[in-house]
T-cell receptor, first 112, second 113 residues
């Protein structure tokens, strides 16, 4: 049973296209996150939702739009993709009061 | 801005050797976590340390939180190839919001058989 699952695992697309990544967690956590890991393996938070409410919105271009239809799902839509968007995007979940993250396997986005 | 600097950045050792990874900051953290990330996978939480001076052991891994809560170390005894991976420390941002973790710069460990 996968705890945090995200799809797709790989995306290869052209500049200017729009793409979405979906994430689901079955751990009963109340908080979900999107992190971006760059080519140097640095992990940086992008967004966080607690019970479907946006609670963290880092300095991210507004081409990135997260959506949480319920507390078990968090999706990420990216418009007008740019070369610099190439990275691995990780979904994670936790209980808000512990902050101990459970990560998905990542979605590697390559923009050509 | 809070930063977590890890050293070394890369480490390649032989099976059976010991090693220590450091996580340092000029800021005080209410707690620190350590994660291990294997290739093609997401980070997995190893431990959380919350008290200055605290030492926690996980089999051959020993984690220590500095007395001033500005640094932490991870010591691996008799490393094995299965220990290979990216080790990341992480702590909550200033103000203690536990849900906003700042990650360290990472240490990539390769253990050769």
């Amino acid at each position: 049973d996968t705890a945090v699952s995200q799809t797709p695992k790989y995306l290869v697309t052209q500049m200017g296209n729009d793409k979405s990544i979906k994430c689901e967690q079955n751990l009963g956590h109340d908080t979900m996150y999107w992190y971006k890991q760059d080519s140097k393996k640095f992990l940086k938070i992008m967004f966080s939702y607690n019970n479907k409410e946006l609670i963290i919105n880092e300095t991210v271009p507004n081409r990135f739009s997260p959506k949480s239809p319920d507390k078990a799902h968090l999706n990420l839509h990216i418009n007008s993709l740019e070369l610099g968007d190439s990275a691995v995007y990780f979904c994670a979940s936790s209980y808000l009061n512990t902050g101990e993250l459970f990560f998905g396997e990542g979605s590697r986005l390559t923009v050509l | 801005t809070q930063l977590l600097e890890q050293s070394p950045q890369f480490l390649s050792i032989q099976e059976g050797e010991n090693l220590t990874v450091y996580c340092n900051s000029s800021s005080v953290f209410s707690s620190l976590q350590w994660y291990r990330q294997e290739p093609g996978e997401g980070p997995v939480l190893l431990v959380t340390v919350v008290t200055g001076g605290e030492v926690k052991k996980l089999k051959r891994l020993t984690f220590q939180f500095g007395d001033a809560r500005k640094d932490s170390s991870l010591h691996i005894t008799a490393a094995q190839p299965g220990d290979t991976g990216l080790y990341l420390c992480a702590g909550p941002n200033y103000g203690g919001a536990t849900n906003k973790l700042i990650f360290g710069t990472g240490t990539l460990l390769a253990v050769q058989p």
